[in-house]
């Protein structure tokens, strides 16, 4: 690769312009052999995910398996950077954003996609924190989740008590979730991505590529189809196809009573989500450069805290103007 990767980073740094997630800043360089992606960790970033492996170590262990994932070009820990191969092709979020029909074969890669990501051998991946839930351990898997949720609301929820407050959020949010965990059934474990939405899939040529795997985890299978349901907020007709097919490629041990705990993930994910994004949406509203920016902001957030305030039984949804008012009057640093 040419230029050296040292050059290709400060290139990056330099240069001003990224797709940033909440975590990395990527920035497309070109180079004499093709554009690469350089992908920079965000200094001071709010952890507000359960992440416990190199993002590096989980593409190269899973590559032999999985088809259409980045391709890790280079590595750097001080600085600490990685670069990919770009990779061509339509963000999905440009050309289907949520209301907007997906492209005809999304459904089928995904299908194919979580059917090749249970067939990854343990042994081939990165090593787990030494107190990570067993094999089949849903209800400890759930647990370690909701645990990092937990963590969120106990950081956040003195400095955004009154945004908090205003929307809705009761004293015990996740009261109703870690309730159901003892319920769940043990079904084997599989590599997970854990965050295949929109803003993560790339689309070329009718072929899907899973980018973004910061937040892969080892754990139960149907968690990564709750958190692709939720955060991909599909056409009914389009969720309904991935359930089915879901169900219908799947291993029988991996279905087992799926149907009940698929629920109770979408319970946790619907409270995490509003806890998070209520954090992360004010202050990027608060930053909003344009109206239209805040506009779609503030839907996005309404639409997030009213489906966690129906887990919690808060009354009426939050219309538009009542989240936009209680976001100018309650977040810190904002004016009423």
Sequence with gaps: MTPDPLTLYRTARES?????????????????????????????????????????????????????IPCVLHVSPDPAFQIHRFVSGDVVDAIAPRGVEVPRH???????????????????LPGVPVDWPKDRDTAGFGA????????????????????????????????RVTADWHTMTGRPFGVLHCDVH????????????FLDWELALWGDPLYDLAVHLHKMDYLPEEAEAVRFGWFAVMPDDVKAEAVADLAVYMRHERVKSALVDTVRYSKLILAAADPETE??????????????????????????DEVRWALRAHTPGSEP
């Design 16 to 68: 001003g312009k990224s797709a940033s997630g909440f975590y990395n800043d990527n920035v497309r360089v070109e180079t004499d052999q093709g554009p690469v992606i350089v992908r920079i960790p965000i200094h001071g970033a709010d952890g507000m995910d359960l992440r416990v492996w190199p993002e590096q170590d989980v593409i190269r262990a899973i590559a032999p398996w999985v088809s259409a």
């Design 106 to 124: 999304l459904v089928s890669d995904v299908l194919r996609f979580f059917l090749d990501m249970s067939r990854v051998p343990v042994d081939d």
């Design 144 to 175: 370690r989740l909701s645990a990092v949720t937990a963590d969120v609301w106990e950081r956040f929820r003195q400095p955004y008590a009154s945004l908090y407050a205003a929307l809705g959020v009761p004293k015990d949010p996740l009261g």
């Design 198 to 209: 929109r803003k993560n899939l790339i689309v070329a040529a009718g072929r899907t590529c």
């Design 295 to 320: 506009r779609r902001l503030v839907h996005s957030l309404a639409m997030k805290v009213n489906r966690a305030r129906a887990i919690w039984g808060s009354g009426d949804s939050l219309g538009l």
